[in-house]
């Protein structure tokens, strides 16, 4: 697979050792440079509902893999595989993305 | 028997057919939008400077390289890096260019060649009209570019006349207003091009710095709007 560079910041914040897999509800979606964000919440394991912000890659890699700004909305179920912030935060840096229709998103330009 | 027969035959067809000629370059024309992607081997470098190798730089570089806070793929944040870039959206300049992840675009005009960068709408206007780069230009951030043919598939562009305020690469090499950079385009056929770089400044490097990059056509793709400003630079407050 070929890994994109980041377009304004690197990957830095995120921890690539410790992948995580979360399920939940798109809340807001911003198609915004320089790096998509999708905001979800999911429940944790004690019920409790956490508020997630998922990070994707330039909008425009993001048109020529077929997305534009209505591809996810509020309300949309999505399975997230990512890295998460290295803080703690909950931000991540989104690697695999299956969305409504059940089948993974590409993510990235030819 | 019969069997394999029929099913070396079967081989021997499929191999001759996969034995595809890639489609000549088209003489003297870049026009499309191309993709910059440097074989595996360069990726541990590339996405930041040219070579893996260090430049040798002046002691004037070697000073000012040290105050530089690189920007490098994946080991930098917004508050670790001092790039002007990035920081400050400076124009990344020439060949600081080569290092936003962003398709680039060819087109001829009769008396100019223009490459459009993705990136926030960064463009260069190559004169092909004969003219030479002037004496004594204006500094500029992109510099004056001149350019011409080498056969039918070779387009060489020379650049001078920049001011001292980008970096080399994402590393933070530095350069003075002595810059010069050589480009040869060389498309190897229709699909590919190899990009041989020369960087030289007598201020800044003790001797020429020289790199080869390689790019891909890509005929699906069209330019959008990366500008660098509003969201952008506000991105960490957005971002939690």
Redesign the interface.
Known sequence: MVV??????????FDTKKSVKLTGTVTDF?F????V?VVFECKNEKGETEEW?G?LT????L??AGWDKHTLKPGDSITVTGFA?ASG???MWIRQLIGPSGEPLPLF?? | MACLRVSLGFCLFAAVTCAQTPAPAPAHDLTGVWMLRNPESMRAFA?ATFTKAEPELTSWAQAKYKEAKA????????A?TNDPV?TKCDPPGVPRVYF???PFEFIHTPKYTLMLY?YDHTNRRIYTDGRAIPDDPDPTWMGFSVGHWEGDTTFVVETGGFNDKTWLDRLGHPHSTQLRVVERFRRVDRDHMQIDITITDPKALAKPWSTTFYAEL?PK?EL????CSG??LD??K???
């Open positions: 994109p560079l980041a377009a304004h910041h690197g990957t830095a914040a911003k915004l440079n320089p790096h964000l912000q990070e330039a909008p425009n890699k048109i020529r912030s935060a909950h931000l330009e030819e | 996405g920007s490098n793929n994946s080991t930098y944040t917004l670790t990035l936003h992840p962003y993705e890509r793709w959008g709007e990366i500008s969201d952008y991105f960490s957005i971002e939690k």
